[in-house]
């Protein structure tokens, strides 16, 4: 079964950065685009990166392009988020997932907060 960890998270005062990785075992790795995904307490969760098979396609969305970073490297199945310019709306619990309708079974997240 198909496992996502990620790390990385933490307390960062605004302006801040953090880069979070995110682990995964089994071989649907290589084979989907990934994502990282956001969910701050009272909202849905949401899609704020994604990386194509290979990595050179990558989409943000609007309230993190130019800020966030998406890579990945398929040799060591994990992807990172490096995330620049931190705001404390960019608090969430963040996770990746495969960029699909049809998700793995969710990791536990990795918690950021972002104080003002």
């Known amino acids: 079964q198909v496992q996502l960890v990620e790390s990385g998270g933490g307390e960062v005062q605004a302006g801040g950065s953090l880069r979070l990785s995110c682990a995964a075992s089994g071989s649907i790795f290589s084979t989907n685009s990934m994502g990282w995904y956001r969910q701050a307490p009272g909202n849905e969760r949401e899609l704020v990166a994604r990386i194509s098979r290979f990595g050179p396609y990558t989409n943000y969305a609007a309230s993190v392009k130019g800020r966030f970073t998406i890579s990945r490297d398929n040799t060591k199945n994990t992807v990172y988020l490096q995330m620049n310019s931190l705001k404390p709306e960019d608090t969430a619990v963040y996770y990746c997932?495969?960029?699909?309708?049809?998700?793995?079974?969710w990791g536990q997240g990795t918690q950021v907060t972002v104080s003002s």
């Open positions: 997932n495969v960029a699909s309708s049809v998700f793995l079974p």
